[in-house]
């Protein structure tokens, strides 16, 4: 029998420090799962963004929640380059490591 967890269980079972593996730039992202994450105070996230990274990766890293994020390339489509990723990197404040 199939076990279904609720958004608020689910999320639990990422503790702090956890390897996340993201997809998505915009559309197809787990959105409901980031802010869950966030809501729950996630902290040190380790993220691998496949193969690009966008809106949820940026809401994790805006956030606080990321310690370190590997991808080829973070931004939102035709938006630009995802703001909050941005703003720390241009500011030294958060060390991407680049898988490019």
């Known amino acids: 029998m ?3 967890l609720s958004l608020s269980d689910a999320a639990a079972l990422v503790p702090d420090g956890a ?3 993201l997809a998505g730039n915009v559309d197809m992202s787990p959105l409901a ?3 869950e994450l966030i ?9 691998v963004l496949v193969p690009s990274g966008g809106l949820g990766a940026d809401l994790l890293i805006g956030a606080g929640a990321v310690e370190t994020a590997e991808f080829g ?6 938006y630009g ?3 909050a990723f941005k703003r720390l990197a241009e500011g ?5 490591l680049d898988s490019g």
């Open 2 to 4: 199939p076990r279904f």
């Open 73 to 78: 390339s973070l931004h939102l489509g035709e």
């Open 19 to 21: 390897l996340v593996a």
């Open 39 to 47: 809501r729950q105070g996630r902290r040190g996230l380790r993220l």
């Open 92 to 96: 030294g404040r958060f060390p991407p």
């Open 33 to 35: 799962l980031v802010r």
């Open 81 to 83: 380059v995802a703001p």
